[in-house]
């Protein structure tokens, strides 16, 4: 298709447990960020890549969030020893990633559901 | 450092009447704007974005949102509300790294 795609739609895991997310950006895209939307914080930036680096990791709420993109496409977002405060929709986005960075139009997959038991 | 506040939560309007959606930022520099809709259990949808060229911004499905730097708002409006138009509405600007800062969110009613 010639959006983003995330998988899985749904994850259910048990409070303790590593899950991970993936992220598949539009073809051509060479930036990619990862948000959380939650019922208590609203929608929060967690991370960005330009390539395979990610020069902004400000949003990563804590040590057991980390991702990674290799091949400047795929990204996976790992998440160790859940907690329920971890329970959100986890959306992704990606852009052109051209100059003018503030003007990028970031164009969203329609997420990752993930409930922690 | 960058914010944005949606004045209302919820709106509620009937089909056919127009729709009025707030939208108040903070930025340090001149920022991009977008506004995003959100239907239920679906991903985020551009509607439309400023880039510091005309005021007036035009986007789909009739919506337009005029940017006044005087007043920092960027509000979002349509002529005549749709029932397809029932979702949520995020005001969103662009900071460094392009990171988005996102409203709180309008939630939108239209009623028959």
Redo the contacts between chains.
Sequence with gaps: GAG?SQSPSNKVTEKGKDVELRCDPISGHT?L?W?RQSLGQ????LI?FQGNSA??KS?LPSDRFSAERTGGSVSTLTIQRTQQEDSAVY?C?S?LGTGG???????????TRLTVL | AQSVTQLDSHVSVSEGTPVLLRCNYSSSYS??L?W?VQHPN?????LL?Y?SAATLVKGINGFEAEFKKSETSFHLTKPSAHMSDAAEY?CVV????????????TRVLVKP
Excluded: H, I, M, R
């Design positions: 983003v930036a960020y948000y609203g929608l929060e930036f960005y020069p902004d949003g959306l986005a852009s960075w503030s003007t990028d139009t970031q164009y969203f997959g329609p997420g | 920022p991009s977008f995003y679906k991903g985020l949808q551009l974005k880039t995020f662009s900071g460094a790294g392009n990171k988005l800062t996102f409203g709180g969110g």
